[in-house]
């Protein structure tokens, strides 16, 4: 089936650094991906919608300049939290929509990022 | 109007028992309605999803029962067993393509199973 990988699974960092998080699509192609962040025992929140080749389209109260992203090819979106602080600290998960004729309508969610800022 | 909700927050439940989670959407466009199942420490899994257009799917232990005039839908977990121990999400979105896939999730539920 259609996976998902992200990378790291797992980063700490310091205040004031940033921190690039990947999303790729293993073996499909999606021209959209989207960005998630999960506080603990809390649901997921929509940061942001990527689409290959353009500008990310990031929901109300979601800071672009903080929150980076790129999606510069069919199979790879990056997120970077740019100067990081610790509420900055997260679980953060992306998702792949499929696209061609084996993948339409397939969308997979990868394994998360967890970030934990100091 | 983009709010789904879901309850209860937390469930217990015995083994062999069912697990009902119910959720309930306020934006009529919404065409896809899909469960997930996250273990700690993971990304959400699918379970089973459901469109509009039919009332109940099955697959295996899970079904969903939609009811569109209440705007309403739920996940059954039939024989439910220890290893189903984990948090559901129901979700909904526009539609599966393109950026109208962007889903809004449910609040989550808690489900214990217990021996």
């Known amino acids: 089936g259609a996976v998902v990988s992200q990378h790291p699974s797992w980063v700490i960092c310091k205040s004031g650094t940033s921190v690039k998080i990947e999303c790729r699509s293993l073996d499909f192609q999606a021209t959209t991906m989207f960005w998630y962040r999960q506080f603990p025992k809390q649901s997921l929140m929509l940061m942001a919608t990527s689409n290959e080749g353009s500008k990310a389209t990031y929901e109300q109260g979601v800071e672009k300049d903080k929150f980076l992203i790129n999606h510069a090819s069919l199979t790879l979106s990056t997120l970077t939290v740019t100067s990081a602080h610790p509420e900055d600290s997260s679980f953060y998960i992306c998702s792949a929509l499929g696209q061609g004729a084996a993948w339409a309508n397939v969308l997979t969610f990868g394994a998360g990022s967890r970030l934990t800022v100091l | 109007q983009q709010q789904v909700k879901q309850s209860p927050q937390s469930l217990i439940v015995q083994k062999g028992g069912i697990s009902i989670i119910n959720c309930a959407y306020e934006n009529t466009a919404f065409d896809y309605f899909p469960w997930y199942q996250q273990f700690p420490g993971k990304g959400p899994a699918l379970l089973i999803a459901?469109?509009?257009?039919?009332s109940e799917k099955k697959e295996g232990r899970f079904t969903i029962s939609f009811n569109k005039s209440a705007k309403q839908f739920s996940l059954h977990i039939m024989d439910s067993q220890p290893g189903d121990s984990a948090t559901y999400f129901c979700?909904?979105?526009?539609?599966?393509?393109?950026?109208?896939?962007?889903?809004?999730f449910g609040t989550g539920t808690r489900l214990q199973v217990t021996l």
């Open positions: 979700a909904a979105s526009l539609a599966l393509t393109g950026t109208a896939s962007k889903l809004t």
């Open positions: 459901i469109r509009p257009d039919v």
